[in-house]
Structure formats: C-alpha cells, structure tokens
C-alpha cells in the first residue's frame, strides 16, 4: 500500500471528478479503486465506463453472488418529497449562485441536511469540479450520513467521493500533518486546532491550498465558538473573494456557548463575525420532521420564544411547555424500564452522570449509550474474522471462506465488507495488506465504515441532549431536571428545546433529580453514603496486554479462554474488579471464578487519586458491567505487541468488552 496520488475520472473522455486514492495493482499495472472498482491507472487518468473484470467479478457475474453494496436507498420521506417536487425552504439556497455567501437559519426539522446536499449536487451537476468544495460537519457520523445523501442527490453518484467531507478537527489534523514536518498530536483537541489556525494565518503553502476551493459549507455553525470560530474565520478570510460559502446555522440550539474561550478570554461569536463580513441571511421555515400539532408548536413557537424572549423566568416557562405539550408524563427516571422502550427510541438525559444511573439500572437488557468521550467502537465482525489470521495478505477467497464458515453476523454482507478492506488497506481487488488494515482501524479516529455510531450495538440510545445533537427518533424520553440550573445566557432553555426537538411522532417526558458528582481526570465519582460510586469504560481503561497479555494471563490457554467467554457472552454484570499484587496492584476483572481482563495503569492511577481525595483505600469495585463486545486492533508497530500473546501479538485484532457502569466500592481506612 502506497501513499495516495491525486487522479482524474473521466468518462468518454471528460473529467467527471478528481479524486485521491491509494495506488494499487491490477494485473501488473497501476489501478485505483474507484465505486468498489478497480480501473487502469495511465498519466493520472483512470477511464470509466465499462469496469475492468477481474476474476472474482466474472465469477460473481455468474453465480448471481452480490458485489459491492450501493448507497443506501433514500427514506420514503424523501422519495415523496423528491416526487412532489416540495421545496424544504422559504428561501431557495440552491438557486444561489455558486459565489454566494449565505447564512442560512434552519430550525430543527426544516430539511436542512437536504438543503445542503442539494445545493451541493447542484453546483457539482452545474460543472464546479466535486473535488474544489469543501463540507465541515460536526460530528463523524453526520460526515457518513452527508456523502450518502449528496451521492444520492447527483448525477453522477461516483463524484460524491471527490467532495472533500470532514470534522473541523479533522480538517485541523490534516492541515497540520500535511504541511508542517513536526506535526504530532498532544491529545489536546484545542493544541490541535490552534496550531491549525496558526498555519492557516502564516504558511503560505495552506493558504495556497485554500484558494483552490471553490465552494465551503458549514454545517451546525451555532455551535462553532472560541478557538474553533477564529479557524473557521482565518479559512474564510484566506478564500478566494470569488469563492461561495454557505453557512447553516441555528441559534436555538447553541448549546456549546462556554465550551472553549480563547486566551482573552473572550468567544467569538461566529455568526456576528459573517455578518460583519457582508453573509447574506436565508431562512427555512417550513418544518418536515413531524404533522404531529404539538410537536410543531415546539419547533416553530416555543423556538421563536427561546430566540426572542428576554423573560427571566425563561427557563421555567420552556420545561413548562416541553411538559404541557408532550404526549406523556412517565414519571420519576427511577421507573425507567428499558426493556418495554422499542429499540429505535431516543431516551435522553440532561448530564452523563444520569444516563450512567439510567444504564446501570438497566442490567443486561441490551441498549446503546451516545455520550461525549466513549472509547471508539470497531465492529466485532472484523475480530472474528482475524483474531488468529496470523498472516501479512489475505486473499478474498481466503477472506470468503472465513466469513461463511464463522457465521459472521454484521449488518452488511461479506461482499460489502471485503470491499471496505479493500478501499483502505487493498493491494488489488482480490488481495488486502492486514498491516496497513492494522495501522488504520488502530488510529484514534478509524473510519466510520468499520465502527457503530453509538457505544452499543443493539437497543434503544440512552444518551446526553448534548451528545445525541443532529440525531432524531420516532418516540423520544426526554428527562427534565427537577432543579433547574438558571443563568443569564438562556443555554439551559436552548438545551431543554434541542432534546424536545428530536421526535418525530411522540414526545414522553420525565424528571430526573438531577444528582452531583465529583470528576477525577473526567472520570465520575460520587459518595452513596458508606460507599462510593465510580465510573468504569473510559476510553483508556483496558488496551490490548489487559485482554490478552502478561501479567494477567501467564499462558495462552487462559487468555484464549476470556477472549472466548466475551465472544460466547457480552453481556454481562456483578463483575469485580480486584487490586492484586501479582498483576503490579493493577485492576483484574473477573466474573464469579474466571479472569477476564486487566485494567490499565491510567485506571489504577485514577483510583489512587479519588482514593487519596478521600483519605480511604479502595482494593475492589463491584457491579461492573459489559454491554456488549467491540474489535480492538493494534498496529505492527504498536508497544503493546511485546507483552501480548500469540495468536493475537502477530494477528493484532482482538475482542474487548464494552465495559459500562457505575461500579460500587466501599474505601477502607488507609493502614
């Protein structure tokens, strides 16, 4: 696997995209994959048309076998809008010319994510080369969501992949390691996104790079403050002056007004900031989310009355709307049971610390949890099938056989996954590089293709409004806090309007008492009296050697036994966690007589430091809990390899739990 070259599509000789791509082989030639295809690669032009055949898609052609997965198909919402030709606006934002720049005001459910990948697809479908705009989006799943959806909307599905669609911190990371030789990162988002800033205002080489877009979108604006602002604004500002910007944006939902403040101490308030530069404002009123009447009477007046109202009982006067207008009371968070929640409910929390409660009361009953800072989750299907492949390459015959023969279980078919191995770590299209697959599913952020959107598999979400921002579901819990948290910024009411906001058939509201806690290293805590409660399944709480290496497990056969036990079962509770001696006083997980795991040295460092706050030894925790199991891939080059055992110390993919709880300790006096 080589580094990837820029190269142009054309179809009957005229450029239809340029995109990049990793180089790889077919037949001895240069290809590049390119719509799950591999096509000859001359002068830094692939030809598209006719596919070239390789043997497994002749075979395919035969045997009736699929090949790879199209986009997904559009929702019958928006087939029926598309059939009826219904505008999603007041104002029209696609008909702006492509030099515009607009500030567009959607409220929730006014189809502003179709607004966007329509006038995406249209300027692309006009002539603008895909690969010269440019779409910062909030969150990684909405990155996926968006390319699905502007695919859908062209001519042309294939140009989607030269649209450049990407996080703000993403964008930051690149801008950084592709323009400055010591690039690294510190674990600080803010370190990653000042230095950003900092080559955007003095490289020429990036400003250089950002002349040649032609047209940025920016998605969620209201929640771009502080340092993330002064980026944004220092990329606009380096623009071309001909280039178009689009700007979609709503105020009512600007939660995250305190979420970082540059060194003045001041922040930037990003939305005066383009209207001082010149933004010219549109709006989409119309909102399609939901008939239902007193949904709507949340979404277009009580927003209006969180925008306009300077009432010092705001917050009151919206959780007594939200509670007037929902469909039904369901009482104290306590009666929560998951179990009688269908699986594609939202059930939403002011904080982390009450949906932890909520999800500890739960048990085993299976859900997902959408919350800030989780540990990333790579699907178990990929484990499965390599845990034990020992091997550089795998062929697809190879990959195939393992596939059936495993009773893999995943929501895509093994075609659709061979060709997800193949568009990231492929050498051609019947052979995949497991090393270079290694170093990407490793990475802090692998890609979206390979990972769940939530923590979680299966079940409803529990999560924070926060977190589960841009998400939607038919039936929505939503948790008011009994003692409302009052400022002068009107952010508790604009938090209470997003969460109330997500229905679209039915809104069910509860209180919550809203409890405290203490925070070690973002780490929850809490006194229960005797006892004290403390979060465990923080990102970095167990890595590779804790699962399958020494000290924990001194052989093979005892480390191959926890790997199988999360695999047969992963959902489990009542786990211990004891400080043992033989494991360096570090954290062994064990549920009833067999070990399971090892907890890493940063968890027995955040337990001595909430141990040492509160004067009290803590030996063991209880009530832990696994809600289900995740792929964990380690690169070749990792650390961890030398103290983990083989099979998985050569393969570098294994199982781990998705650990999730508020576990019980009871701190002894120190001796």
Known sequence: MTEEVEVRVKRLGKTIATICRPLLELGGAPAISFRGKLWPLADGVIEVGIPEISEHTEAESKTGNPGPVAAPAASAQEQENRAAGEATWQDDPITEPPSARLIVDAGPGTGKTHAACARVASMVNSGIPASRISLISFTRTAVVEIRNRIARALEDPADSASIRIITLDAFAWAVQSGFTKNARLTGSYEDNINAAHRLVLDDPDVRDD????????????????????????????????????????????????????????????????????????????????????????????????????????????????????????????????????????????????????????????PHRLRLSNMPICVRAWVAHLFWDYVHRRI???????????????????CAEAWSRCVEVAGESAVTVDLHMLR????????????????????????GTIHASKGREAPTVYLYLQERLAIDDTGEESRVMLVGATRPRERLLVGTTNGPSCRVTNDRLWRNTGQSIQVEVGRPYDIDPPGLVGRPFFSRQDDAMAAQS??????????????????AGWQYVLNDGEQRLAGLSERFKSDINLISWKIQKRIGWLGACRSIGI???????DSSYSESMLEPWKSSGFLFAPLLSSLSIAIPRPRQ
């Open 439 to 462: 170093k990407v599913l490793a990475r802090t952020n692998p890609p979206m293709i390979f990972c769940t959107p939530e923590f979680g598999t299966s079940g409803p979400i529990l």
């Open 395 to 413: 062929s697809r015959d190879e990959f195939e056989r393992r596939w059936h023969e495993r009773g893999i279980q995943a929501p895509i078919n």
């Open 210 to 365: 950002l002349v040649r877009i032609e047209h940025l979108i920016i998605d969620e604006a209201q929640d771009i403050v502080g340092a993330r602002a002064d980026l944004i604004l220092a990329m606009i500002d380096a623009l071309d002056p001909e280039s178009g910007i689009t700007v979609f944006a709503d105020r009512a939902q600007a939660i995250y007004g305190f979420a970082e403040l540059n060194q003045e101490g001041r922040c930037t308030n990003f939305l005066d900031e383009l209207v001082k530069r010149g933004f010219r404002q549109l709006y989409l009123t119309k909102v399609h989310r939901t008939n239902d009447p007193n949904l709507l009477a949340i979404f277009t007046d009580l927003r209006r009355t969180v925008l306009d109202s300077r009432r010092p009982d705001i917050e009151r006067h919206v959780q007594s709307e939200i509670r007037r207008l929902a469909h039904e009371d369901v009482g104290d968070v306590g009666k929560l049971d998951l179990s009688m929640v269908s699986s594609d409910s939202l059930v939403l929390m002011r904080n982390r610390l009450d949906v932890l409660i909520a999800s500890s009361h739960a048990g085993t009953t």
């Open 565 to 582: 036990a999360w695999a047969s079962q992963s959902l489990r509770q009542r786990m211990v966690l004891r400080a043992q001696e033989s």
């Open 630 to 636: 995740r792929s964990m891939v380690v690169a070749p």
